[in-house]
């Protein structure tokens, strides 16, 4: 088949989706690991920029697990994990707001403009956008076993989200992309 017809079936197969999400908010996940290959990266703006051209309201919230890896590897942070939650002290916070606010939220912000879209970048502390409170694990609870409380520092659970900040920029057009550091 012809890439231009192809295209045109996608779109067709793609209308009742359209009309179902048409002027609704959409949350899309934008794992760390998609985050690696330049294709997946550039097909992801230009999805994003998409969405927001046939009426849906993108939001953004993006990981960035093996890049804040990478960083703390290069500056000699070992990290530990329980259950594959990484336990975070002020150090390492300190890193991963570092990567996932300044380097990464600029990149993503960057690529969708790029590609024709209006995006800005927030941090869930701007505007108080990502209440959260501290996460606990609670591992070992059996019939005969006492429940072992582990502390994971400074991992939060989202408990609230301001759709103010989220509203005003729809409002005038643009594509929020949120860095999943909250404030609590």
Known sequence: MQP???????????????????????VIKYGG??????A???????DIVL???IGLNPVVVHGGGPQINAVLKRMGITSRYVDGMRVT?????????????????????????????????L????????????RTMVKGQGKD?????????RVGEVTRVN?????????RGFIPVIAPVGVG
């Not at 960057?110 to 209006?118: C, P, R």
């Not at 941090?123 to 501290?134: E, H, T, Y």
């Open 4 to 26: 231009g017809i192809a295209k045109a079936q996608i779109l067709i197969e793609s209308l009742p989706y359209i009309k179902k999400f048409y002027n609704k908010t959409v």
């Open 33 to 38: 690991h998609a985050m690696v290959d330049e």
């Open 40 to 46: 997946l990266k550039k097909n992801f703006a230009l």
């Open 51 to 53: 969405m927001k051209y």
């Open 89 to 121: 002290d002020g150090e390492t916070m300190d890193v991963v707001e570092m990567v996932l606010v300044g380097k990464i939220n600029k990149e993503i912000v960057g690529l969708i403009n790029y590609h024709g879209g209006k995006a800005v970048g």
């Open 123 to 134: 941090s869930g502390r701007d505007g108080d956008l990502i209440q959260a409170r501290k």
């Open 145 to 153: 076993t006492p429940p072992e409380i582990i502390d994971l520092g």
């Open 163 to 171: 759709p103010a900040v989220l509203e005003t920029l729809d409002a």
